[in-house]
């Protein structure tokens, strides 16, 4: 599960109230949000200017609240109040539309849903214990949940697509795959990051590797980017085993999932398929150790997110560096892609297994 860091707007200088009032209110703010993308307000608007009535008509809506919902977006920056009462999206608001081509419609659907935040109410109750609390309300760890639920899964997937856009479309460049012959993104669901990495590198051959549930797009998008003939989709379970094949395994927003046990699980059985000049190729953030002054706020509230919804974790460079040495990893670089794409490349090479003698 992925969390893209964007950039935020701090509070002025010295004002402090306002800085804490954002905080308390942005659990209404992420509503409206919810909203818009519910009922199709940004879809509705696309690139015109339209009565509030003329919108309410649109999505079935009274006029009233349509109004006021309106007022909300504009004061979030989301749209434009350009006459009374006529409204238009600005660039940012244009993001929630589902036709956008850097849209994040599919984004703030899932992160909105009550799947996503109904744990949150209990979040003193996982920092109190270090335990995520999703199965206590639904029943089930929240992976499983997404398998008993197609729709909220699609949902899932599709959002998920959308953050690592920013990913596929930089790693190209800041990557070099020229050595490698075949490349596995392990958990690698709809294959999005795969099939750009492909498309830049015509003498590779890879696969995704994912459970159904989480690579039911795979194949359209592969056939979409006319890979078919030198990418495949291959089921399973990494905490079970991983295919042998390739010389390049990739991870992106995977490790932060999971616990250090759990995520040493999946480090192992990637070294026990990779041949010895093969590479493990880790893509997640990396906390700083020290929060620095313009921290931004969204790489931290994915790690609470991890510990209330799943029980994993974002780490820092050292962390990752321990994690992958008690899996038999010794990390070689640590790079950051461009600073809006908010993730790093972890390169990490298997070292021998020592046997007892």
């Known amino acids: 599960m992925t969390q893209p860091t964007t950039p935020e707007q701090p509070a002025p200088a010295g004002d402090a109230r306002t800085t804490v009032m954002r905080s308390i209110l942005g659990g209404m703010a992420a509503q409206v949000v919810a909203t818009t993308t519910k009922l199709g307000i940004a879809d509705a608007l696309g690139e015109s200017t339209v009565h509030a009535a003329d919108l309410a008509q649109r999505c079935d809506v009274s006029v009233q609240p349509m109004r006021r919902l309106l007022r909300a977006l504009a004061a979030l920056g989301l749209c434009a109040e350009q006459h009374p ?26 992160f909105t849903d009550p799947a996503m ?177 313009d921290a931004r706020a969204g790489i931290y509230l994915s790690d609470l997110n991890m510990l209330v919804n799943i029980g994993g974790r974002e780490r820092t460079s050292a962390e990752f560096t321990e994690l992958c040495e008690r899996s038999g990893f010794a990390i070689t670089r640590i790079d950051p892609l461009p600073q809006h794409v908010g993730f790093f490349l972890i390169e990490a090479a298997p070292e021998p297994v020592v046997t007892p003698s």
């Open 85 to 110: 009462d006529q409204f238009a999206l600005t660039e940012a608001g244009g993001l929630l539309r589902r036709d956008h081509p850097r849209s994040l419609h599919g984004f703030a659907r899932m």
């Open 117 to 293: 935040l109904g744990a949150w109410n209990h979040l003193d109750t996982a920092v109190h214990t270090g335990e995520p609390q999703f199965a206590e309300i639904f029943g089930v760890p929240f992976f499983d949940h997404l398998a008993g639920q197609p729709e909220l899964s699609a949902l899932f997937n599709a959002s998920m697509s959308q953050a690592t856009r920013a990913v596929a479309a930089s790693l190209p460049d800041h990557y070099n795959f020229d050595r490698y012959s075949v490349v596995a993104d392990v958990g690698g669901g709809d294959g999005s990051l795969l099939s750009a990495i492909l498309t830049r590198n015509a003498h590779l051959r890879g696969f995704v590797y994912d459970t159904p549930e989480g690579a039911a797009q795979a194949v359209d998008t592969i056939s979409a980017a006319e890979l078919s003939d030198r990418c495949d989709v291959v089921h399973g379970d990494f905490f079970h085993h991983i295919p042998a094949g390739a010389d390049l395994v990739l991870l992106k927003s995977i490790l932060h999932d999971w616990n250090d046990d759990a995520a040493g699980t999946i480090l192992h059985n990637c070294h026990a398929v990779l041949p010895e000049h093969g590479r493990l190729l880790i893509i997640e953030p990396v906390l700083p150790e020290v929060v620095p002054e």
